[in-house]
């Protein structure tokens, strides 16, 4: 099975209950920017989803580890059958692992709640104003021309804001900017169509 194929099941297996983005970048780290291939995101949660077919090989696999488990509250790998035994000693106990094959996913382990979340990781995914936004909300004196770096340290340092505040309020906006992206993307591949 290839990428295509895989989304495609696990898109329809997500979008009962929540709302699905495709390709988000979400870090850079030692030069190479990482995107994760679904996110599920709901009211307070984003989940990511990294996507192994056939033809992919599992060398980026401690790289994305790193990257997602600073974003998500739950990390899901989702491989084709031929990756299944290979995965395991790649990743944490705490990622997920769903098994694609013949049109049906499976769960072979339940993802669990991530313990390297981190909220200025999560700030990353925010526009500036986004930044300033979640700051004023939590009572943190910030300035609306502060740059996002100014805003990652006054969010870092403002201990009364948790991790899971900060993953709720980037879910918020996500969402808001989620019929915008959507547009984009279909703009996108109408150009490559074309």
């Not at 709302?19 to 780290?29: F, K, S, Y």
């Not at 999560?122 to 700051?135: I, T």
């Amino acid at each position: 099975m290839n990428d295509p194929e895989i989304r495609s099941l696990l898109r329809a297996h997500l979008l009962p209950c929540t709302a699905v983005l495709d390709e988000l970048p979400i870090g850079n780290t030692i030069g190479a920017m990482t995107r994760a291939d679904v996110v599920a995101l709901g009211d307070g949660y984003l989940h990511g989803y990294e996507i192994k077919g056939d033809s992919d090989t599992l060398k980026r696999i401690p790289l994305q580890v790193n990257c997602y488990g600073h974003v998500f509250s739950a990390i899901n790998f989702v491989v084709v059958e031929k990756h299944v035994g290979k995965l395991p000693p790649l990743v944490p106990t705490w990622v997920g692992l769903w098994v694609a094959s013949a049109g049906q996913l499976t769960c072979a382990r339940v993802a669990g709640p991530n313990p390297a979340q981190s909220k200025t990781w999560l700030a990353g995914l925010l526009w500036q104003a986004e930044l300033v936004a979640l700051l004023k909300r939590h009572d943190v004196p910030v300035l609306s021309r502060w740059r996002v770096w100014e805003c990652w340290e006054a969010l870092e340092a403002a201990e009364h804001i948790a991790v899971h505040q900060t993953e709720s309020f980037v879910s918020e906006c996500l969402l808001r900017r989620l019929p915008s992206r959507e547009r984009r993307q279909q703009n996108a591949q109408l150009r490559r169509q074309g």
